[in-house]
């Protein structure tokens, strides 16, 4: 990266620097025209320095698209991760249904019962028939009848620790703790499912990482890129700044 003992601090330089700062500051976008080699990535690259703050550039060429800074669909990678994502909230299904006998009614695939068994090739297709069912039979259940579905906890039942949302654990000693952590993992499934079934997958632009996470963004040579690119980065560069 840059070294700042590289840099020679000459007076059009900081004056230059200076002016950036106070309009990133502001919040206010940048145009820096001048000769190639006159210092104005340079200066991009200091601000960033400075103010501690990460800073994606795109160079643009004749070829560049909307897509390049905006992202777009691109196949889908990472199955694998998705599946077993899809099956251990399944499995962590299993120990909640327990604590209500009127739903075990419902056939529960064997590899989410025991953790030894093999998945088959259809088991992320197995697991949302599964909670479709499961979601089926839930949205019949009225809060009156959700009293009658929990068994008496003894002492030793009521030290049990379910594992819920945040990623820390609770005692799962009423009904309301029970229905909560189980339409957590239903919903949390049926996204898994959708995105596991899915060929492409949206992947964010450096443009929109960097207004979401709140980095410097530099476009680089933008008069090299078509006028429909830069057309389209117009409503960024308003006091809304969106897209």
Known sequence: GLSLQEIAPTKSLLRLLTLVERCVKQKEPVLLVGETGCGKTTVVQLISILLNRDLQIVN???STETS???GGLRPLRGRGLLLNRIIEKGQDICPILAELPNLKIISIPSFLENKMTEIPSNGAQQVHDFVK???SMLAKINTTQKKDLVQPISQSQSEKRRKLENGTFKKMSDVDDAYQSLTFLINEIEADY???VSLFE???GPLVNAMKSGNLFLLDEMSLAED???ERL???LE???TL
């Open 194 to 196: 959708q995105q596991y």
């Open 68 to 70: 390049d800074l905006l």
């Open 202 to 204: 949206w992947v964010d």
């Open 234 to 236: 117009n409503s960024v």
């Open 239 to 241: 006091p809304s700044r």
């Open 133 to 135: 069912k499961l979601l």
């Open 228 to 230: 429909a690119v830069l």
């Open 60 to 62: 643009c060429h004749a």
